[in-house]
């Protein structure tokens, strides 16, 4: 009986397996560290690379993805997210209700970005590992890129000539790169892109906020579909500031625009119901 017991214990406790978290009544530890040994000695950022990555960043490791996180917190309601967030807040809803709204459009278009940047200063990086100088391998990825009509993810804004927070992220990059906390290659990568759509384009495009942070999260090392999480989680701040303002402000149903503006109409004219 005993060991039908321990038998069916084992097949529960082995239902779900983490390096993560170990809970026991009175006991918290993250990745090996008890919770109370963390607290007030971690920060958020220390914290988000721990249960990421199972180790604690350096401190200048940690200061770098700090700044990628508070960069991206927030855009305004002409962001889709923000918006959302305060459509949401404005039907009744709680404030994580409307948070899970705006986080739930976050894709490919919108927030994701950061991720397929990411991808691409990869592509560019294996192929200058094989001994294709940075220039020509960065070229031959944007042509791909160009000539099948889409965009370069991470350049260009539809609101900033320059986006602002771009050049400050790349020199708090630089600054890491002298210091030895990042290698400066991935940086020396979205350079070298920047370059290549000017060539292409016979304008310069630059570096937006989603090309910078990018920057920083590969060489931090973090993986391409991390970038989108963190940067749900960058976004996060945003979007539950402005659900929180709109609460206090009040209205009930806005809508994307003012009720006294309609929508453009496409269809039938008007027409009589035919009858038998």
């Not at 090996?32 to 000695?41: A, D, F, M, R, T």
């Not at 918006?83 to 705006?102: E, F, H, K, P």
């Not at 709109?246 to 453009?264: A, F, H, I, S």
């Amino acid at each position: 009986m005993m060991t039908e017991k321990k038998q069916q214990d084992s097949r529960v406790s082995d239902w779900w397996q983490t390096d993560i978290v170990e809970m026991e009544p009175g006991m918290i530890r993250f990745r090996g560290y008890p919770v109370e040994e963390l607290i007030g000695n971690v920060g958020f950022s220390q914290m988000i690379w721990l249960m990421l990555r199972g180790e604690l960043p350096k401190s200048g490791a940690a200061k770098l993805l700090d700044t990628a996180l508070m960069s991206a917190v927030d855009h305004g309601p002409h962001a889709p997210s923000i918006a959302i967030a305060r459509m949401a807040a404005t039907c009744g809803v709680g404030l994580n209700n409307a948070m899970a709204s705006a986080v739930n459009v976050l894709g490919d278009v919108h927030g994701g970005a950061g991720e397929q940047a990411i991808e691409l200063y990869q592509d560019i990086l294996q192929r200058h590992e094989t001994g294709v100088p940075l220039a020509e391998a960065a070229a031959t990825v944007v042509d791909a890129v160009l000539g099948s009509g889409g965009f370069v993810p991470g350049f260009g804004h539809r609101f900033h000539p320059v986006d602002p927070r771009s050049p400050r992220l790349l020199e708090l990059v630089d600054e890491a790169a002298a210091e030895g906390i990042v290698s400066g290659r991935i940086a020396a990568i979205g350079r070298a892109v920047e370059e290549a759509i000017m060539e292409r384009k016979g304008k310069r495009i630059p570096m937006n906020i989603d090309g910078a942070t990018a920057v920083i999260y590969a060489e931090l090392g973090f993986p391409p579909q991390l970038a989108r999480g963190l940067f749900c989680l960058s976004r996060s701040v945003g979007i539950l500031a402005h659900a929180w303002e709109q609460m206090q402000q009040g209205g009930r149903n806005k809508g994307p625009m003012p009720k006294e503006y309609l929508w453009t109409y496409t269809g039938q004219t008007k027409r009589d119901l035919e009858k038998d």
